[in-house]
């Protein structure tokens, strides 16, 4: 029996071999691996620097401290992520508020940030950071974000879970073109995957120095961050508050081995969103937005129901084992959200959208007769 997934890592003998190496090697974690998966993993986006970290939550949390958020900073993201990307930002008690979605892409709406930006202005109450996120893998149009960003004087940091290999007016997203520091996971349903793992990327060095400190306790081994003179060579000092947040070797090394594959899982996901909008396009359906189909990474591919009920089509699809998912229940209507005084009335395109929506499985490895199933039962079960 068929059972198909949502999204699911693509894992080879040359990936379980790296680790094996790893397992084999002096050492587990704090080893030698971990730098030289950060310096690929800078090489293909384009940055200057990253800094692996044990997931995409920790990554948020640390580029947030290290960029200058603090308790009552402004911070304003999208209602479509998951809930991390704001979680992070409460962790510092920072104040969140939401931004709509454009109606086309499910990314944070320009025009509604700029009507905010306008009215925030009048009252001063102009965000201190805007936390675009790639939703689905498609960019935000961050030109016209750092144009805004440079306007009314808030900091930008990528929330790039979704969009590892995907790029903007031909820059890799990560790059850090537009913003303070980018943001990756590498979850198993993500792009390439490490189990659990995140990274940052920055340009910026002294951001860069700070984050490995935040990663590891607050601890820095080096004497010129030293406030007091290092009493001898096992003298480490603890410089600020941080935490345990490290990626291991083993995880580091099936990510170095995963980030090989990064061409052929695009391409592969790329194809497969375009088979979908070929076979899908004549039933009653939003399809994505695929002008920009080149520049996403494709992690999902989200359909919208024009004429049927999401419950019912979602159900159906599920007892014909089809692991369709729904991205994102907007987190303003949380309930966690909502005792905080959020409401998904404040973004209503978030909310409709929400209403409608559903993500079909997109992975590497599914199989061509399992995507001519998918499409064939959606199709069976809309005309
Ligand atoms: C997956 C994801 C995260 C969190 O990453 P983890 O590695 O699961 O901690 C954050 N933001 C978005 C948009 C995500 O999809």
Not at 196 to 210: A, R
Request: glycine share 6%.
């Amino acid at each position: 029996m068929l059972n198909i997934p949502y999204g699911k890592q693509d894992i080879d003998e040359e990936d379980i071999a790296a680790v094996v190496k790893v397992l084999k090697s002096d050492f587990i974690t704090q080893g030698p691996v971990i730098s030289q998966f950060e310096e690929e993993f800078a090489k293909r986006v384009g940055a200057k620097f990253a800094v692996a970290v044990s997931n995409g939550t920790t990554a948020l949390h640390i580029a947030y401290l290290a960029s200058g958020m603090t308790q009552g900073s402004k911070v304003w993201t999208t209602p479509n992520t998951f809930v991390a990307t704001s979680n992070a930002a409460l962790y510092i008690g920072a104040e969140v508020a939401f931004v709509d979605i454009c109606p086309k892409t499910y990314n944070i709406s320009i025009e509604d940030l700029k009507r905010k930006l306008v009215e925030s202005k009048e009252s001063g109450t102009l965000p201190d950071f805007v936390v675009p996120v790639h939703f689905s893998g498609l960019s935000c149009e961050m030109d016209q974000i750092s144009l805004l960003a440079k306007e009314y004087g808030f900091k930008v940091i990528e929330d790039a879970s979704h969009a590892y290999g995907a790029s903007f007016n031909k820059n890799a997203v990560g790059s850090c073109e537009f913003s303070t520091a980018v943001t990756f996971s590498f979850h198993p349903v993500k792009i390439v995957t490490t189990g659990e793992g995140g990274i940052i990327t920055t340009n910026d060095e002294k951001l860069y120095e700070k984050l490995k400190i935040l990663r590891t306790h607050g601890i820095t081994h080096d004497p010129s961050l030293m406030p007091s003179l290092k009493e001898g060579p096992w003298h480490y000092q603890q410089i600020v508050q941080g935490f345990n947040y490290r990626m291991t070797d083993i995880q580091a090394a099936l990510g170095l081995s995963q980030l090989k594959k990064t061409e052929k899982f695009i391409r592969r996901r790329r194809e497969i969103a375009e088979y979908y909008n070929e076979k899908l396009k004549h039933l009653p359906l939003l399809l994505p937005d695929s002008t920009r189909l080149q520049e996403s990474s494709w992690h999902l591919y989200v359909i919208q129901l024009l004429k049927h009920d999401r419950l019912e089509i979602f159900n159906k699809l599920r007892e014909q084992k089809i692991g369709v998912n729904v991205h994102y229940i907007p987190v303003n209507s949380q309930p966690y959200y909502r005792s905080l005084g959020h409401d998904p009335l404040h973004t209503p395109i978030a909310l409709k959208y929400y209403q409608n929506c559903l993500s079909l499985p997109i992975f590497p490895t599914i199989q061509q007769y399992e995507l001519d199933y998918v499409i064939e039962t959606l199709s069976g079960l809309l005309t």
